[in-house]
């Protein structure tokens, strides 16, 4: 697995197939490989040089055991020293829920890097106190319980992402967990970046709503799965690729017609 290297951290990624470049970052609790396994990649490849990644304190990648080494600035640092040591200018980056976070970060502090981006299910506006407040208000808790407990339980009912959180160091999962809790929303900086943008989530997810008013009010590109909620969403693969694929297949040919980024 190859390893690229920023500032003392490592991130692992794969490669995989031919065409312009195309970064895959995955969510809380996965690895990039997580991708292929729900049939993204093997769609994807057959237009594009796919990179998944391994996200940073989880897979082959480092994990630092501080919130600050997970700003937005450092998440933004891991995807470009990968584009770095592959010896790319720039690529597309479709990230989901905390990679979406991810791709809203190299947008924001590196958007010279992306020629388009994807966001799936992660509220730009309220960030992650959103769904933390829909999930304790679900279960009828406090507004101060502390959700990390209960988001890790519900991670374990799957045996793929119960994997990737047994081989993570677990002052390393609590560290990047409270730095995306506590972000503040990106909106306004990600509205004043040029990088076209889609963005897409399930209805039932409650990211929904806030991601489909920043699209409203940005006049950005965004697209619905219907009766999906946040883990259905990701699991709905070809649903997803019907809108994702067309979206950077079209923009790849309207930037070799005309030299710019279209939306």
Not at 33 to 49: C, D, I, P, R
Not at 95 to 109: E, N, W
Not at 234 to 249: D, F
């Amino acid at each position: 697995m190859p390893i690229a290297q920023r500032n003392g951290v490592k991130i692992a990624y794969e490669v995989i197939g031919n065409g312009p470049p195309l970064v895959l970052h995955p969510g809380m609790f996965q690895t990039g490989a997580q991708w292929t396994k729900a049939g993204y990649t093997s769609v994807l490849a057959t237009t594009h040089t796919v990179i998944t990644v391994d996200p940073l304190g989880l897979g082959a990648s480092s994990a630092p055991v501080t919130p600050a080494d997970y700003s937005l600035a450092r998440r933004a640092e891991s995807v470009t020293a990968v584009l770095d040591d592959l010896g790319l200018d720039e690529a597309a980056f479709w990230g989901y829920s905390l990679g979406a976070l991810t791709g809203y970060a190299v947008a924001v502090h590196a958007p010279e890097r992306l020629t388009r981006l994807i966001a799936g299910a992660f509220d730009p506006i309220d960030g992650f106190r959103s769904a933390v407040e829909a999930m304790l208000n679900g279960l009828g808790l406090p507004a101060d319980t502390d959700p990390w407990p209960l988001m890790q339980q519900g991670a374990r009912t799957n045996p793929a992402y119960a994997a990737v959180i047994d081989a993570a160091d677990p002052a390393a999962l609590r560290a990047n967990y409270e730095a995306f809790r506590h972000e503040p929303g990106v909106h306004e900086a990600l509205e004043r970046s040029t990088v076209p943008l889609l963005m897409y989530a399930g209805t039932a997810d409650p990211w929904y709503d806030p991601m489909r008013a920043f699209a409203g009010r940005t006049g950005t590109a965004f697209a619905s799965i219907p009766d999906a909620d946040h883990v259905q969403a990701w699991r709905n693969t070809a649903e997803v690729l019907t809108h994702a694929h067309p979206y950077l297949t079209r923009g790849q040919l309207w930037s070799e017609l005309t030299g710019k980024n279209g939306r």
